[in-house]
């Protein structure tokens, strides 16, 4: 596969010193999405997706469209949480009048820092840069690199029934989709049956196989024994061991690339640049997998940097997301055009599709036809109007339950 060289996002490097932001309006409110299923993984099951959405319109009337992904257990932030900070950074960006947006930018990652936030933060960034692109009328795809203007994703199959995980592989085979992501890491013997019985369907797959951390280091090399035997080999086996387990990390790692050709990634060990850095030194694995609500957009891109810089390979991922930040992280992984593995599949997940325009869809194939940002964007009077106001955030209820008001 061609890959953009590194450094091929100059012209957004360039726009966060050249373009001043003046704010006119930002705002969060609730974002909840059913789902067609339940979404089972090894350490979290979600029965409906309660993210944030963010809206940010500039002076120049330029509205740029984000979202906070929230999933338990994985993202720091529950869904009050992550409306109250979003409230609280819409406050500080509603007095925002002629800084660069570089400056905003680094003001906001001073507000919502680390990994505790990281997701709010995401948010935050995509609406900003959505609206940015929308006033110099240049598509997300073509300000981070223009490589291309598509991508193609894997499917997810989450931990089902080996029958209802056929009935998924063959729906998908029909659909195009030719890379399977099975998510394993909760009963062992359980999942070698899931395995057989979606290679009896769709023999042909690519499998990329997600233990979400509900493996031990035993058991994740147990597993590539068993598929060895079936005559399997996993595209990839992203994390298969718990995040704070380095030791297990670069063991499976390394039994998995030697013995059994197959590349291990860090997903849940990855949030943070000092995390990469330690992947790296200490040859942990060999794929990062990046998602915009662990890091934040300008986290992403420093570890980006670092990892083609090093030679690991990329992978781009999400939460359970809508449309709308997949479609930020697609227009990402399309103008770059460095990463190896795509999984931006969730939107297919959901039982509404509350995102308008955006994105085409032909099956696995996404192709980005938008003049300017994302394209993408919600109906603004149709999300949740209800929460915290600006007079309310220095109170703390802790337990209670908000609804985003306007600000």
């Not at 309006?25 to 999405?33: F, P, T």
């Not at 810089?309 to 449309?323: C, F, H, K, N, P």
């Not at 994302?374 to 309310?392: K, R, Y």
Request: contains cysteine; negative net charge.
């Amino acid at each position: 596969m061609a890959t953009a060289p590194p450094g091929a996002c100059l012209g957004f490097t360039n726009l966060m010193e050249t373009f001043t932001v003046n704010v006119q309006r930002a705002e969060g409110r609730a974002l909840n999405v059913p789902l067609i299923a339940p979404f089972t993984i090894a350490t979290s099951r979600l029965e409906r997706v309660e993210n944030v959405g963010v809206r940010i319109e500039l002076s120049n009337g330029c509205v740029g469209w984000g979202e906070s992904p929230i999933l338990p257990h994985v993202t720091a932030e529950d869904q009050p949480t992550a409306l109250a900070k979003a409230a609280e950074a819409s406050l500080f960006l509603n007095q925002i009048h002629g800084k660069t947006l570089g400056l905003v930018l680094n003001d906001i990652n001073s507000m919502l820092h680390g990994h505790s936030f990281a997701s709010v933060r995401a948010g935050i960034e995509m609406a900003l840069i959505d609206a940015v692109a929308k006033s110099i009328g240049i598509p997300l795809w073509r300000l981070f690199g223009g490589f291309s203007n598509s991508i193609t994703t894997d499917i997810t199959i989450p931990i089902v029934s080996p029958t209802e995980a056929a009935e998924l592989a063959s729906k998908y085979r029909n659909q195009g989709f030719k890379t399977l992501k099975l998510k394993v890491g909760k009963n062992l013997t359980a999942d070698i049956q899931v395995l057989q019985a979606i290679r009896t369907v769709h023999p042909d797959c690519l499998f990329i196989l997600d233990a979400n951390e509900g493996y031990n280091s035993e058991e994740a090399i147990q597993v590539l024994e068993k598929l060895h035997e079936m005559e399997v080999t996993p595209i990839l086996f992203e994390q298969p061991v718990h995040r704070d387990d380095w030791k297990g990390l670069g063991y499976v790692s390394h039994v998995a690339r030697t013995k059994f050709g197959v590349s291990v990634a860090a997903d849940e060990s990855c949030r943070s640049l000092d995390d990469v850095n330690k992947i790296v030194k200490e040859d942990l694995a060999h794929v990062i997998n990046v998602k915009l609500a662990k890091v934040g957009v300008l986290g992403a891109l420093a570890i980006i940097d670092l990892a083609r810089a090093s030679g690991l390979d990329l992978m781009i991922g999400g939460m359970v997301e809508t449309r709308l930040a997949m479609g930020f992280a697609g227009n990402l992984a399309a103008g770059l055009g460095c990463f190896k593995f795509v999984d931006l599949d969730t939107p297919i997940l959901l039982a509404e599709d509350p995102v308008f325009e955006g994105y085409e869809v032909s099956g696995p194939v996404y192709k980005f036809t938008n003049s300017r940002g994302h394209g993408g964007f919600l109906h603004w009077d149709n999300i949740a109007c209800s929460g915290i106001s600006p007079e309310l955030l220095s109170v703390r209820h802790k337990g209670s339950k908000y609804r985003m008001a306007t600000i």
